[in-house]
């Protein structure tokens, strides 16, 4: 693989980040918030092509969801000369020019040559951070997101309808009728499966993203969707029924994923 081509490769739903790493070789790990706002990709271990491919695929598949900013935490990857300074300026200038622009920033210890090359980069360079929690606060201090809803629910069934709920106020807001009926169908599967399957607390997000709606459901467990046979569902069946779950999600959004929290998981859904 050239370093031309890193971001053409097809990756298409579900959009799955699991939790699962091996930290005795290369490895990528990906963190998110029940709102979806933030995403944390981490590369672990020795800088290779290899790995740069990793985290650009997870990185993608961060853009495909709702997700506002991305942080690429370095901070454990192996690379005394920085020579992978140029790959990390492509991935940020990819993101930003992309269809769906994204910020991403960078956490790197402050003594390491590929921090001082990222900061000191002649013309346009990404913003550098030392720590997570560093860049989360810079992050949340300039974000702004007004189109989103969000509530926390019990595990029981009521909460299914307060969910659709939730959807409905959105659409009638954000002045989108038309994706009222799908929203309602992918938010009763994903709030009923946090009720009958997680069994927690579960926090439902709907956000407006130009002629987008995404909606997302947290849950405090950290099993995640198999996507195995989504392609078994009725595509004449009517959509106002529950209990044909993720084939449905499936079948409805645009685009669908999950990726785990630090107390769980959130699975999100995008219709337009």
Same mark, same amino acid.
């Given at each position: 693989?050239?370093d031309?081509?890193? %971001?053409? &490769?097809p990756?298409l739903?579900p /959009?799955l980040?699991?939790p699962?790493?091996d $930290?005795?070789?290369?490895a990528?790990t990906?963190?998110g918030d029940?709102?979806m ?5 981490? @590369? %672990? +271990?020795q800088w290779?092509l290899?790995l740069?491919e990793q985290?650009?695929a997870?990185?993608r598949?961060?853009?495909a ?5 991305i942080?690429v935490?370095?901070?454990d990857l192996?690379d ?7 790959f990390?300026l492509r991935l940020?200038?990819w993101?930003?020019? +992309?269809?769906?622009?994204?910020s991403?920033? *960078?956490?790197?210890?402050?003594? @390491? @040559?590929?921090? =001082?090359?990222?900061r000191?980069f002649?013309?346009p360079?990404? $913003?550098? *951070?030392?720590a997570?929690?560093e860049a989360?606060k810079a992050?949340?201090g =300039?974000?702004?997101r007004?189109?989103c809803?969000?509530?926390? &629910? &019990?595990p $029981?069934?009521g909460?299914?309808?307060?969910a ?7 659409? #009638?807001?954000? %002045?989108?009728p038309e994706l009222l !009926?799908? +929203?309602?169908s992918?938010v009763s ?6 009720v009958e %399957?997680? $069994?927690t607390? /579960?926090?439902?997000?709907?956000l407006?993203?130009g002629? =987008?709606? #995404?909606?997302?459901v947290h849950?405090?467990v950290?099993?995640f969707?198999c996507p195995t046979? &989504? !392609?078994?569902?009725?595509?004449q069946?009517?959509l106002d029924?529950r209990?044909?779950?993720l =084939?449905?999600?499936?079948?409805v959004a645009? @685009?669908w994923?999950?990726?785990p ?6 699975v999100?859904a995008?219709?337009?």
């Amino acid at each position: 693989m050239t370093d031309a081509d890193w %971001h053409t &490769l097809p990756i298409l739903p579900p /959009f799955l980040l699991t939790p699962a790493t091996d $930290r005795l070789g290369p490895a990528v790990t990906v963190i998110g918030d029940a709102g979806m706002a933030i995403a944390e990709v981490a @590369a %672990h +271990g020795q800088w290779s092509l290899a790995l740069g491919e990793q985290v650009s695929a997870a990185v993608r598949k961060c853009l495909a969801g709702p997700s506002a900013s991305i942080i690429v935490d370095l901070r454990d990857l192996v690379d005394p000369d920085g020579v992978s300074v140029s790959f990390w300026l492509r991935l940020w200038q990819w993101a930003w020019l +992309g269809t769906t622009p994204m910020s991403v920033s *960078f956490c790197v210890p402050a003594t @390491a @040559a590929l921090s =001082r090359r990222l900061r000191y980069f002649p013309g346009p360079a990404p $913003r550098v *951070f030392t720590a997570v929690a560093e860049a989360r606060k810079a992050i949340a201090g =300039r974000m702004l997101r007004a189109d989103c809803l969000q509530t926390c &629910l &019990l595990p $029981r069934p009521g909460s299914v309808k307060a969910a659709r709920a939730l959807v409905t106020q959105a659409c #009638h807001a954000w %002045h989108l009728p038309e994706l009222l !009926q799908e +929203g309602w169908s992918i938010v009763s599967e994903l709030a009923g499966n946090a009720v009958e %399957h997680a $069994r927690t607390d /579960f926090i439902v997000t709907v956000l407006r993203s130009g002629p =987008r709606l #995404h909606v997302a459901v947290h849950d405090c467990v950290s099993w995640f969707p198999c996507p195995t046979g &989504l !392609q078994l569902i009725d595509p004449q069946a009517p959509l106002d029924e529950r209990g044909r779950g993720l =084939r449905l999600v499936h079948r409805v959004a645009a @685009a669908w994923g999950a990726m785990p929290t630090h107390d769980g998981k959130v699975v999100w859904a995008t219709v337009m």
